[in-house]
């Protein structure tokens, strides 16, 4: 955290290199803002700074609605719906679809199902279910090349839910079965 004089200095210049780094709370209205406030500069004995949006809100200010501070720099909430997406992607990567349905990593995320294939569709191009199978027939074809597993043992450590599934998505995109694959490494 800086000095207060430095705090000062920063939000007196609006500098906006600062921004996300530390906040300031005006004693005499209960408000807290980013160094950038566009807002009229209160009176340096009434004002205090905090390293986090956090810290502010804990001792009771509240947040600007002129510049936002929840919404800084270094929040996840100032990267927005890439935070959300990128949320939902490590989550189906982990295997979130694997045993649950788009409806309940939604809920995971404090999302609807339609919102979360609306921002899938703007930031990935893909529904989370595509993402997903693509995530599934990609750890399957690790394994296939290691050539040690049987295909059933091989579909369900990929997170298929069965081997009808399994050998449909190969089916959809090599156009061949997973043993095919196999085979012609192999041969």
Request: aromatic share 8%.
């Amino acid at each position: 955290m800086l000095s207060f004089d430095d705090c000062n200095a920063v939000r007196l210049r609006r500098d906006p290199r600062y921004d996300g780094r530390f906040f300031t709370a005006v004693k005499t209205t209960g408000i807290y803002c980013r160094p950038v406030c566009p807002a009229k500069q209160p009176l340096t004995r009434n004002v205090v700074y905090y390293p986090t949006a956090a810290a502010a809100e804990a001792s009771g200010f509240r947040p600007c609605l002129r510049c936002r501070p929840e919404t800084a720099p270094f929040c996840p909430a100032w990267n927005g719906t890439r935070s959300t997406v990128a949320r939902a992607v490590k989550l189906i990567n982990d295997g979130a679809l694997d045993d649950a349905s788009v409806v309940t990593l939604a809920t995971r995320l404090g999302i609807s199902s339609r919102h979360l294939a609306r921002l899938f569709e703007r930031h990935v191009g893909a529904t989370p279910q595509q993402l997903a199978k693509t995530l599934r027939v990609q750890r399957a074809k690790r394994l296939l090349d290691g050539g040690e597993h049987t295909m059933t043992d091989i579909a369900f450590q990929a997170g298929f839910g069965s081997l009808r599934r399994f050998n449909a998505a190969f089916a959809e995109l090599y156009g061949r079965s997973p043993s095919s694959l196999r085979s012609s490494k192999h041969a």
